[in-house]
T-cell receptor
Framework: DAGITQSPRHKVTETGTPVTLRCHQT?????MYWYRQDPGHGLRLIHY???????DKGEVSDGYSVSRSKTEDFLLTLESATSSQTSVYFC?????????????FGEGSRLTVL | QQQVKQSPQSLIVQKGGISIINCAYE??????FPWYQQFPGKGPALLIA?????SEKKEGRFTISFNKSAKQFSLHIMDSQPGDSATYFC??????????FGGGTRVLVKP
């Protein structure tokens, strides 16, 4: 299994509070991604990174920000959580620009916003 | 809008039967079509993938069929086993772009 650790694995928070999810990898892969998974929607890309300090938006980036100060860490922040951000969040990594499509996923972080 | 439409959302198959999941896309620039398998509580993992220069790819009991003219591709699970019970996602990608996932199909194989 690819060395990807997500933390926390479970979190319950209240509307309006900030939340940060962490993804840590030991594979030294250049590309990192944050997805959210919701029933019927599959996996939707929130933000991705193609190197330290290099990030870009995905298809559902509103309300989220990311940072990558080290190769191994990619942080996802919800500045002011809303109930619509209740979801399971997955971090993924890839060695190449993912033209091969091979992403390696973490085990997910389940976030509940009350 | 969902660029990759996956069906059915769920299916139940008896052990030994064939599971078939279908995906359709609109973007003709897509040139890579992977399938991911996800077990409960785990992240998705790459199962099998195909490029449009071939019409079929087989790996063990898993086969992808690809119809470029119809812009459709499907996953067949032959001789389905209870251990195949999982959620399956199709995906598509154009060169230089990111993966677009279908909505997922939950497969339950009954013993």
């Amino acid at each position: 299994d690819a060395g990807i650790t997500q933390s926390p694995r479970h979190k319950v928070t209240e509307t309006g509070t900030p939340v940060t999810l962490r993804c840590h990898q030991t594979e030294n892969h250049r590309y990192m991604y944050w997805y959210r998974q919701d029933p019927g929607h599959g996996l939707r890309l929130i933000h991705y990174s193609y190197g330290v300090k290099d990030t870009d938006k995905g298809e559902v980036s509103d309300g989220y920000s990311v940072s990558r100060s080290k190769t191994e860490d990619f942080l996802l922040t919800l500045e002011s959580a809303t109930s619509s951000q209740t979801s399971v969040y997955f971090c993924a990594i890839s060695e190449t620009p993912a033209n091969t499509g091979e992403l390696f996923f973490g085990e997910g972080s389940r976030l509940t916003v009350l | 809008q969902q660029q990759v439409k996956q069906s059915p959302q769920s299916l139940i198959v008896q052990k030994g039967g064939i599971s078939i999941i279908n995906c359709a896309y609109e973007n003709t620039a897509f040139d890579y079509f992977p399938w991911y398998q996800q077990f409960p509580g785990k992240g998705p993992a790459l199962l099998i993938a195909i490029r449009p220069d071939v019409s079929e790819k087989k790996e063990g009991r898993f086969t992808i069929s690809f119809n470029k003219s119809a812009k459709q591709f499907s996953l067949h699970i032959m001789d389905s086993q209870p251990g195949d019970s999982a959620t399956y996602f199709c995906a598509a990608q154009a060169a230089g772009n990111k993966l677009t996932f279908g909505g997922g199909t939950r497969v339950l194989v009954k013993p």
